[in-house]
């Protein structure tokens, strides 16, 4: 059920996952984001920085459809996906995490997860009033896959509580559970570890990097957190006031004079943190 | 009988007499998985055929590391088969500890639980020079480690399987060779007061135990134990290995170690064992939450809890239980006591046990009164694990029971408690001169506490017997009665008393950050750390009358005088407390020198430089000043528990 591991990162084909070319996004008079290209291999960890206001989530929001670019296009494995609707880009297996925690807070953290793998379902209104048969089969086999996520995710002893009353860390990983159990073949994470202290962030890290290694997920991230970006990410794009000014491995982007001017800060003070 | 069996065969035996037969139950993905008693013995022999294969036989030593998993006890059988000596270790332990036990032990396999554990060996790698072989559980985030030394489980036991294809009778015969005095397990000690050091032990000294807690206690095959405990304590290795194998019960595994609690009652165990400190932090759980809970609750529980009391002091004391009290205690049980341990996962428990420490007798005398068939057992890792235990019918807070049959127990002429049975451990690893010291010539093992066997040949145990002290005008002091009485209060979460060669005595506290926390947010307190909760004037008078409740019940002379509430708490990482949470008390002595001559010297603070220890070892200076408390004489009370009058002098003589 969960997609096929692939091989690491490292030797992954140079298949592009997803492309977006020359997208452009206006809000009346303000330009979020022009004119910016990337492209996604097949199982990296991406990440997307920039300061504040650079059009990091437009971009994101653009690629999940809950934005259409004004102009430029976006494909996900060859296929044009630039006027998809949300429901259509997570039916290609795109999932995403929210900047502000989306969850159901009334809900049980396994009924939030559970959530996760509507998509998937395919019993019918009806069948599922009767329950037994066929809907009983699929939720079996859909809770284990849930369960497998609240193992990988160390969510045992919190199955049963309502979100609302969770940690904001737990709760971030718990958004990250539901975002898995749709089993993506692209993830997109806004500011996983934003609001959080070091050593949530190092977890959260530690997650990320697990669910790339074990199903070979690709993962767009955005994150503001230097260290974290600069250590898990294959490959790093720099946006500054909707545009992108570097691409290129985190080694390369840290010594790139253009992003230390502009994100960084002048005279490069950034770089001890980024290190 | 215990005496011509090794654990492997006694494995071997189990599978073929009753193989369908739940042997272990681990709770995975949410749903309780059983392994039948043949599927263990598959396990097993996979596992040891794997390691033989890697060049594994007998004499090497096996370490596992992580919390209970059925994959850890295949392993150490698996040593255990092929003659070999499982070494479990502390997987709570930082790096320096760890790699100080596996090095001693001269560890050649560890088989680690997860990423954590794996990565906190190869850390230690350099510093290891016979460990060859690392074997990890869970490959979550394992799985692009480039470690020649590196291997999965799942891949050990093919090789096992490739191994046994080649060599069929070869695990066959290598178990039927097992010698029952051979060593099997190296159990480290926690150490109150130096270096760990390895107790040796061998099949015959584990059964042996298992023969007398099953022999003495009843224990049964259908019998349901839930192994929660660190893998490393030796109470754990003798219910879980021992006696699990030698009745043939069922053992069950934790999902995680914050579901044991939700487990326990979705298993309801037959059979239970915990340190004094569960207890005593689930009495304080239980406490708070009824504060917590409505006027109407609140005024229930503790009305129930009053009756129950009186009724299990009037049992314990042999008076007859007054009829309108003995009503009571009928409603209570059906409104109160049932559900409460139905809560707390003991509705089905018929064995309860306390062991490690002493039991603050208010707490024991709690889960007694509540129903629970509470009960002390005795025991030194330096005599397998356990050595005596209250018979039932026959159980007060007081004593720690009978020996089991076959051991025999006796109090030498300085009042420290000798104990000879087949449980006598066969040395300490690579210390032969401690090893002498430790048993006298004629087999009796020196337990090191002072003790004495009452009129129904109960032992007693006082204290450590190198800390029972005399203060200044010649009374005895044993700190761990009075440290006993004061962690009764939810607000105490740990103490240390001091008066030996003294004029009075004082206290160092650590409050329970938890009740104290929550008391305080009921008194509108408001705090942002431990440390600043701790120096709060209010939570200071709140423990001084914590600490007038606990001097009401003492004589005049060993009432607590003084006292400090610490700016942190003792953490086993400091080297304070053992990982088994015993009080090391030299140390703290040593490390708050500065507080004790504060004590004396009648100084109402002190300046305070401590050193604490992060989780990953680095280390950072603490600088703060504390206030002390006084205290008033509590009125001496009438009826001061027989506990105090008897148990000092004897202590003493």
């Known amino acids: ?275 | 009988m215990s005496g011509d069996i090794t654990l492997p065969q006694l494995l071997r035996r189990n599978s073929e007499s009753f193989p369908e037969r739940p042997a272990l139950r681990e709770k995975d993905r949410g749903i309780w998985q059983t392994y039948s008693w043949r599927r263990y013995w598959e396990e097993v022999r996979d596992v040891a055929q794997g390691l033989a294969a890697r060049g594994f036989g007998p004499g090497d030593k096996l370490s596992v590391i992580g919390e209970n998993r059925p994959r850890l006890y295949f392993a150490q059988l698996a040593a255990m088969s092929l003659g070999g000596i499982a070494v479990p270790v502390y997987q709570d332990a930082i790096a320096t500890e760890l790699a100080f036990v596996l090095d001693h032990a001269e560890t050649s396999v560890v088989v680690a639980e997860d990423q954590e554990q794996v990565d906190k060996i190869l850390s230690l790698k350099d510093a290891l020079p016979h460990l060859k072989l690392i074997v990890y559980d869970d490959p979550r985030g394992l799985l692009n480690y480039d470690e020649p030394i590196l291997e999965s489980f799942a891949a050990l036991q093919a090789a096992g399987r490739e191994f046994g294809a080649a060599n069929p009778d070869f695990l066959t015969a290598s178990i039927a060779a097992g010698d029952p005095h051979a060593l099997a397990l190296f159990s480290y000690t926690s150490g109150t007061t130096s270096r760990p050091k390895g107790v040796m032990l061998s099949h015959a000294n584990l059964l042996s135990v298992a023969e007398g807690i099953a022999a003495a206690e009843g224990i049964r095959p259908n019998d349901e134990h839930l192994s929660y405990l660190p893998m490393a304590w030796i109470g754990n290795s003798v219910f879980s290995l021992a006696l699990h194998n030698w009745v043939g019960m069922t053992c069950n595994f934790p999902e995680k170690p914050e579901t044991v609690q939700r487990d326990l009652r979705e298993l309801g165990p037959s059979l239970c064992l915990a340190p004094p400190r569960y207890w005593e932090s689930t009495l304080t759980a239980i406490t708070v939450r009824a504060a917590d809970s409505t006027w109407f609750k609140r005024r229930l529980f503790g009305f129930f809890r009053d009756i129950a009391e009186r009724v299990q002091l009037c049992a314990t004391e042999g008076r007859p239980v007054p009829l309108g009290l003995r009503l009571m205690r009928a409603v209570g049980e059906v409104l109160v006591y049932a559900p409460l341990r139905d809560q707390l996962g003991l509705r089905r428990a018929r064995l309860v046990y306390t062991g490690g420490a002493p039991l603050g007798p208010d707490t024991f005398r709690f889960f007694r009164a509540i129903g629970v068939n509470l009960k002390q057992v005795y025991g030194a890792t330096e005599l397998s694990g356990v050595c005596s235990a209250q018979p039932d019918g026959e159980v007060d807070p007081d004593t720690v029971g009978r020996v089991f049959p076959g051991i025999e127990v006796r109090i030498d002429d300085d009042g420290e408690v000798l104990v000879r049975s087949g449980g006598v451990f066969q040395g300490y690893y690579k210390q032969p001169e401690e090893s002498r010291d430790a048993v006298t010539e004629d087999g009796w093992l020196k337990t090191g506490d002072a003790g004495f066997l009452d009129r129904r040949g109960h032992l007693v145990i006082v204290d450590r017997a190198r800390d029972v002290g005399k203060m200044e005008d010649g009374t005895a002091l044993a700190p761990q009665f009075l440290e006993n009485k004061l962690k009764f209060s939810p607000y105490i979460g740990e103490a240390v008393v001091f008066g030996d060669a003294r004029p009075f005595v004082a206290a160092i506290i650590a409050i329970d950050a938890a009740t104290v926390g929550n008391w305080a947010e009921r008194h509108n307190i408001a705090y942002t750390s431990f440390q600043d909760l701790s120096a709060r004037a209010e939570v200071r008078q709140l423990i001084r009358d914590e600490i007038g409740k606990c001097n009401a019940s003492v004589p005049a002379p060993i009432q607590i005088r003084r006292f400090l509430v610490l700016n942190k708490e003792f953490d086993a990482d400091d080297d304070e407390i053992t990982r088994t949470r015993k009080i090391r008390r030299r140390f703290v002595a040593e490390k708050y020198a500065a507080i004790i001559d504060a004590f004396y010297r009648e100084a109402t603070n002190v300046e305070l430089s401590a050193e604490i220890t992060y989780e990953d070892g680095r280390k950072t200076m603490l600088h703060s000043t504390l206030a002390i408390g006084d205290v008033d004489e509590a009125t001496a009370v009438a009826d001061a528990p027989r506990l105090a009058r008897e148990r000092v002098p004897a202590a003493a003589g």
């Open chain 1, 1 to 275: 059920m969960a997609p096929q591991p692939i091989t690491p990162a490292a030797d992954a084909s140079n298949e592009i996952l997803l492309a977006a070319t020359g997208v452009s996004k206006r809000f009346g008079g303000v330009r979020a984001v022009e004119d910016v290209s990337i492209a996604v291999r097949r199982g990296e960890i991406a990440s997307i920085i920039g300061p504040n206001g650079a059009g990091k989530t437009s971009l994101l929001n653009m690629i999940s459809g809950f934005y259409r670019p004004d102009s430029g296009s976006i494909t996900i494995e060859g296929v044009d996906t630039t006027r998809f609707r949300p429901a259509q880009i997570a039916a290609l297996g795109i999932a995403r995490t929210f900047q502000n925690i989306a969850l159901f807070g009334g809900m049980t953290v396994l009924d939030n997860i559970m959530l996760g793998r509507h998509v998937r379902m395919k019993s019918g209104v009806l069948s599922s009033f009767i329950y037994w048969g066929l809907a009983q089969k699929e939720e079996v086999a859909h809770r284990e896959r849930v369960e497998e996520l609240i193992d990988f995710l160390e969510l045992q002893d919190l199955r049963k509580q309502p979100t609302s009353a969770l940690a904001y860390g737990l709760r971030k990983r718990v958004e990250l559970a539901r975002a898995l159990a749709l089993d993506p073949k692209l993830l997109l994470l806004d500011e996983p570890m934003g609001g959080m202290n070091q050593e949530e962030k190092e977890d959260m890290a530690r997650y990320v990097i697990d669910v790339n290694e074990q199903w070979g997920t690709t993962i767009i991230l955005i994150e503001h957190d230097m260290a974290v970006v600069m250590d898990i990410s294959d490959r790093v794009a720099v946006l500054d006031r909707g545009r992108k000014i570097a691409e290129g491995t985190p080694a390369e982007v840290q010594r790139n004079p253009a992003v230390i001017r502009a994100y960084l800060g002048a005279g490069g003070e950034g770089r001890g943190q980024a290190a």
